[in-house]
């Protein structure tokens, strides 16, 4: 890992081999490997895709969405985006994530960067797509030889039974995997990691937060709208969620079946489970909702 790095650092800063030093890796994503590089005086991180990475992002995709974005400075600067192997070298920011503080303590300053992409006048490169990007991860599933059991289609199509009443939302610029992980705080915030922007309802950022613990999500929402939440505004947000839930199913068998279970040491059938009983807890929480 140390020698790619160091040959992508090379063809980019006219610096000597021994100038170049790999510092550490950051921790928070489980599909990426994403280094401190210290050049000479400066820090920057460099990013490796995980294994069959391209399956889910399309670079190209990324690195316009990465340009259109570059006037909101929510971003950290990017210096090289290789379309192809989708290696990225970019400048390191300093602060911490959000997921390593206190995330109720961080609500307003998270709400201003989400706030600043989705009432911007900038149009994402295209739309999330969202159904269309399910079907995609559910074929890459079933390629592996996995078969959809009847629970997962069963939350599935009860999902899709309100998929009108999402689908008519307008669409603005989404990051679409705001989760905290990918908040940095410090002294200018940032947000980071742009490999599923598009276009999209603004609440699916909102739903995106819950990530880790979907409470996260339901405090953020009064703050993100400096209102309390109508009715029709928690129904999205726990949708979304739910929609995120058979979304990350698909990719943790997926995982699962191209052996990184193994390989990393995280039990992604394990994952995939967990997210259907997220799910039912969810629809149990959206129905308390409709009948009040």
């Known amino acids: 890992m140390e020698r790619i790095i160091k040959k ?21 994503g489980m599909s990426n490997f994403t280094y401190i590089v210290g050049v000479e005086d400066k820090k920057y991180t460099y990013r490796i895709p995980g294994k069959n990475a391209e399956n889910f992002v399309d670079r190209k995709e990324e690195a316009a969405n990465i340009n259109r974005i570059s006037d909101l400075k929510l971003n950290n ?14 400048g390191f920011v300093e602060g911490r994530p959000l997921s390593e503080l206190t995330v109720e303590d961080y609500l ?16 994402a490169y295209q739309g999330y797509k969202p159904l269309e990007r399910l079907g995609e991860y559910e074929k890459l599933v079933t390629d592996l030889g996995y078969i959809h059991e009847g629970e997962y289609q069963m939350l599935k199509e009860k999902f899709l039974s309100y998929f009108d009443f999402l689908n008519g939302i307008k669409k603005v610029f989404c990051h679409n ?14 947000l980071l990691d742009w490999e599923f922007g598009g276009n999209n309802d603004p609440l699916y950022d909102i739903a995106c937060f819950g990530n880790m613990d979907f409470s996260h999500a339901l405090s953020f929402l ?18 979304w969620r739910i929609f ?4 990350w199913h698909n990719v943790a068998l997926y995982k699962d079946g191209i052996g990184l279970s193994e390989e990393l040491k995280i039990d992604f059938n394990f994952f995939a489970r967990q997210y ?17």
């Open 276 to 292: 259907l009983i997220k799910i039912e807890g969810l629809f149990e929480g959206l129905e308390k909702i409709i009948k009040n």
């Open 177 to 190: 995997d705001s989760q905290p992980s990918n908040f940095v705080m410090g002294g200018r915030d940032y």
């Open 8 to 28: 992508g650092v090379l063809e980019l800063f006219d610096v000597e081999d021994q100038n170049i030093g790999v510092e550490s890796r950051l921790l928070g």
């Open 244 to 247: 995120q839930c058979l979304q």
């Open 108 to 123: 307003e300053r998270a709400g201003v960067l989400l706030r600043r992409l989705h009432t911007s006048k900038v149009k």
């Open 222 to 239: 009064p703050v993100y709208l400096e209102r309390e939440p109508k009715k029709d505004e928690l129904k999205r947000v726990y949708l």
């Open 77 to 90: 600067d990017t210096l090289v985006l290789d379309i192809e192997t989708g290696h990225k070298i970019a």
